[in-house]
């Protein structure tokens, strides 16, 4: 079994940034990939960013590239989501995720394990 606890979420005025932290713990694998994802009220679970646990490969939506940028420190078995240039539109829960395998899957079916989300709002 692998936990997921997500932190690092708040209200941030537009322009500004947040950090947001996803620490894992449980069921180590020796190869997995972690996404963040995002729901914003009334609309679909859509997907964000994900990066392999064993290597620097990392992969974007395009609504968040240039923007956000996704890392992972390994020693300390957590992935970080940096957000900056946030808009109202990145309102929304934004939920950490793991895979088995190594693909950068973009697919929200292919994640096995979430986190409870944490809150983002963006005021204008």
């Known amino acids: 079994q692998v936990q997921l606890v997500e932190s690092g979420g708040g209200l941030v005025q537009a322009g500004g940034s947040l950090r947001l932290s996803c620490a894992v713990s449980g069921r180590t694998f020796s190869s997995y990939v972690m996404g963040w994802f995002r729901q914003a009220p009334g609309k679909e679970r859509e997907f964000v960013a994900s990066?392999?646990?064993?290597?620097?490969?990392?992969y974007y939506a395009d609504s968040v590239k240039g923007r956000f940028t996704i890392s992972r420190d390994n020693a300390k078995n957590t992935v970080y989501l940096e957000m900056n240039n946030l808009k109202p539109e990145d309102t929304a829960v934004y939920y950490c995720?793991?895979?088995?395998?190594?693909?950068?899957?973009?697919?929200?079916?292919?994640?096995?394990?979430w986190g409870q989300g944490t809150q983002v709002t963006v005021s204008s």
């Open positions: 995720a793991a895979a088995y395998g190594n693909n950068l899957y973009r697919d929200s079916g292919m994640y096995s394990y």
């Open positions: 990066i392999r646990w064993t290597g620097s490969s990392t």
